[in-house]
């Protein structure tokens, strides 16, 4: 599956951003998938994921409350709806996917860039 990221740009602290994630392939519905980001200097982390059928979600406690997480398997899209971002949000988001019961994310998007200023 390839997945192409997109939705991310310059806002204010306090705004908010939606980001997409169009993945390609007949099985997305299939996938897990979820939102990682990486700072400048910083280790990529896991911000959320949602299982194949929308009903389980998970977050960082770092977003938790702000962000919401969801998908349309008609559309084989993915969604960040970032509300209340915060300067430490600035970061490079990137979409994965992975197999049901796999332990780790085989397919990665390329990252989308969003930057929260104060």
């Known amino acids: 599956v390839q997945l192409q990221a997109s939705g991310g740009g310059l806002v204010q602290a306090g705004g908010s951003l939606r980001l997409s994630c169009a993945a390609s392939g007949r099985t997305f519905r299939s996938y897990v998938m979820g939102w990682f980001r990486q700072a400048p200097g910083k280790e990529r982390e896991f911000v959320a994921t949602?299982?194949?059928?929308?009903?389980?979600?998970n977050y960082a406690d770092s977003v938790k409350g702000r962000f919401t997480i969801s998908r349309d398997n008609a559309k084989n899209t993915v969604f960040l709806q970032m509300n209340s971002l915060k300067p430490e949000d600035t970061a490079a988001y990137y979409c994965?996917?992975?197999?049901?019961?796999?332990?780790?994310?085989?397919?990665w998007g390329q990252g989308t860039l969003v930057t929260v200023s104060s």
């Open positions: 994965a996917a992975k197999s049901s019961g796999s332990p780790r994310y085989d397919y």
């Open positions: 949602i299982t194949w059928n929308g009903l389980n979600t």
